[in-house]
C-alpha cells in the first residue's frame, strides 16, 4: 500500500518560509497524483495543492497562489511543498496525499504535520 510521512512542519513568524516534504513509500510513484490538504481547529479540511504524477500539472488553492509551490522528486520518492510569505491563516495541520489526480488526490493520507504561524 502506499505509506506516506510528513516532515518540516514547525512554528515559523508571519512573512517567513517553511518546506514541508513527503515520503512516499511505494513502487512507481509516478503512477499517483500527490497532493496537500490541511485543517485548522474548528474549520473544515481544505485542499491546499496537488500535482500529476510526472509533475507536469499542478492545482493550487486560491490563497496560496504564488506564495505556495508544490513540487515532487520522483527519482527520491519525494513530495514538497514550499511555503513562501506565511500568513497567520495558513496556520493548520498538513496532510500529505496520494491519489488518482492531482485535482483531488485524496485516496492515501499521511499522519499530518503541524505548522503554526505566528505574528
Known amino acids: 500500500q502506499v505509506q506516506l510521512v510528513e516532515s518540516g512542519g514547525g512554528l515559523v513568524q508571519a512573512g517567513g518560509s517553511l518546506r514541508l516534504s513527503c515520503a512516499a513509500s511505494?513502487?512507481?510513484?509516478?503512477?499517483?497524483?500527490m497532493g496537500w490538504f490541511r485543517q485548522a481547529p474548528g474549520m473544515e479540511r481544505e485542499f491546499v495543492a496537488g500535482?500529476?504524477?510526472?509533475?507536469?500539472?499542478?492545482r493550487y488553492l486560491d490563497s496560496v497562489k504564488g506564495r505556495f509551490t508544490i513540487s515532487r522528486d520522483n527519482a527520491n520518492n519525494t513530495m514538497y511543498l514550499q511555503m513562501n510569505s506565511l500568513k497567520l491563516e495558513d496556520t493548520a495541520k498538513y496532510y500529505c496525499?496520494?491519489?488518482?489526480?492531482?485535482?483531488?488526490?485524496?485516496?492515501?493520507w499521511g499522519q499530518g504535520t503541524q505548522v503554526t504561524v505566528s505574528s
Open positions: 496525499t496520494a491519489g488518482n489526480s492531482f485535482l483531488k488526490p485524496d485516496l492515501y
Open positions: 511505494v513502487r512507481t510513484v509516478s503512477i499517483y497524483a
Open positions: 500535482i500529476s504524477g510526472l509533475g507536469r500539472s499542478t
